[in-house]
């Protein structure tokens, strides 16, 4: 097989996992993390907020519970995330 600019090595394959882990690491790329943390939160909570619209109809139905991470407002913690929780940066 030919050698083509498409080619990785692997020191091209650090450098590449190096730039994303300052990117990540930057303000620009932890507002970017919050932003979608976030988003994913208010996406799940309607999902959740839909649930609930949907078995209050039925009148056998007395309550529904959120339970998990939808029962309460987000907060910031260290993610699992490699890159965050090396760092020890709260998302």
């Known amino acids: 097989m030919a050698d083509s600019e498409h080619d990785w090595d692997d020191s091209d394959l650090e450098a590449w996992l190096r730039r994303e882990e300052e990117r990540e690491l930057s303000s620009a790329g932890i507002g970017e993390q919050n932003r979608h943390l976030l988003?994913?939160?208010?996406?799940?909570?309607?999902?959740?907020?839909?649930?609930?619209?949907?078995?209050?109809?039925?009148?056998?139905?007395?309550?529904?519970?959120?339970?998990?991470?939808?029962?309460?407002?987000?907060?910031?913690?260290?993610?699992?995330?490699?890159?965050?929780?090396?760092?020890?940066?709260?998302l």
């Open 39 to 90: 988003r994913r939160y208010r996406e799940f909570r309607r999902a959740a907020d839909s649930v609930v619209e949907a078995w209050q109809s039925h009148p056998e139905v007395v309550a529904v519970a959120l339970i998990g991470s939808l029962a309460a407002a987000p907060y910031k913690e260290v993610r699992r995330s490699t890159t965050y929780r090396r760092a020890r940066i709260a």
